[in-house]
């Protein structure tokens, strides 16, 4: 079975640091996909970890841990425009090319 | 250059109606996808294209949900008929490694159904 868990909500404030923690168990791992949705509006791509480490790109940062099942994604400098659902998804290995599997979604919320 | 267009933005229908969606994928685009995103819960595939073949399937409820693309370009995704549980955002996705040297997939605004 697949399975992808991410906390449901978190809160933070401007300015500061969050990590959004993500962990799996699936069949096959091709890699894992980070995504952002704003209320209301279609996910758009984040980052996209396949080997093991970190992947920086300007306040925001993404790890995986293969031999873990764990990934997290970090942001830097919250700004009040960072309050979304954050999106882990899967990769799979085998079957359908480019099948992903997304978790439930971590709600963002950024207080002054 | 243009992103994955979804129509209608919006539908309300009664249980038990039928409902269309349309999806044009980003040009040059082989692969396409429908999700269906309940209120909280990440988007779940529902069907995968490749060019005019489906590629997967497996978690589309087949005795009401059905989705063609036929020339290998836009898609339909239609539910007949409704039920209430099928309230939720339809979104279209599109990727095309080989153009965009990223397995990164593209999603349109979504179409939110709500059944009554």
């Known amino acids: 079975g697949q399975n992808i868990d991410q906390p449901t909500e978190m809160t933070a404030t401007e300015g500061a640091i969050v990590q959004i923690n993500c962990t799996y168990q699936t069949s096959g791992f091709n890699g894992l996909f980070w995504y952002q949705q704003h209320a209301g509006e279609a996910p758009t791509f984040l980052s996209y970890n396949v080997l093991d480490g970190l992947e920086e790109k300007g306040r925001f940062s993404s790890f995986l841990s293969r031999s873990k099942g764990y990934s997290y994604l970090l942001l830097k400098e919250l700004q009040m425009k960072d309050s979304a659902s954050y999106l882990c998804?899967?990769?799979?290995?085998?079957?359908?090319?480019?099948?992903?599997?997304f978790g439930t979604g971590t709600l963002l919320a950024v207080q002054p | 250059e243009a992103g994955v267009a979804q129509s209608p933005r919006y539908k309300i229908i009664e249980k038990r109606q039928s409902v269309a969606f349309w999806c044009n994928p980003i040009s040059g685009h082989a692969t396409l996808y429908w999700y269906q995103q309940i209120l909280g819960q990440g988007p779940k595939l529902l069907i995968q294209f490749q060019n005019n073949g489906v590629v997967d399937d497996s978690q589309l409820p087949k005795d009401r949900f059905s989705a063609e693309r036929l020339k290998g370009v836009d898609s339909t995704l239609k539910i007949q008929p409704a039920k209430l549980e099928d309230s939720a955002v339809y979104l279209c996705?599109?990727?095309?490694?080989?153009?965009?040297?990223?397995?990164?997939?593209?999603f349109g605004p979504g179409t939110r159904l709500t059944v009554t």
């Open positions: 996705a599109s990727s095309s490694p080989r153009l965009t040297g990223s397995y990164e997939q593209y």
């Open positions: 998804a899967v990769r799979l290995r085998g079957g359908a090319t480019n099948k992903l599997i």
